[in-house]
């Protein structure tokens, strides 16, 4: 039996790998429905600590986005505004989703849409 709060397995020794620094929350556009960012990540913080992701800044950069860029539709490469350039691919899914990469300058934010 593992005991709470063990970060090894006996057996490797092996570290627990923890979840990534630089994970923000999910973003929903409409209540009760499926439009939502997802593995939303931030490498934006230029404070005190720059391995702190910049959660607020990446939700502004996915929403100016998310009003102005169809993914199914729209172009592969586009600006987003502020100095944000953007690429998207998608899925050949039946549920197409949108896997973006947006770059200001050394800052990026990656986010998966549906």
């Not at 947006?102 to 549906?114: A, H, K, P």
């Amino acid at each position: 039996m593992l005991a709470l709060g063990a970060c090894q397995d006996d057996a490797t020794d092996a570290p627990v790998t923890a979840p990534s620094s630089d994970a923000c929350p999910d973003i929903g556009f409409e209540p009760g429905t499926d439009r939502v960012a997802f593995n939303v990540r931030s490498q934006t913080s230029l404070g005190p600590d720059p391995a702190t992701p910049d959660c607020a800044r990446a939700e502004a950069v996915v929403r100016r986005v998310a009003d102005s860029h169809n993914f199914v539709t729209g172009p592969r490469q586009f600006d987003a505004g502020e100095g944000w350039h953007c690429t998207v691919a998608t899925d050949d899914e039946a549920m197409p989703v949108g896997h973006y990469q947006c770059y200001e300058g050394s800052r990026r934010v990656t986010w998966d849409r549906t």
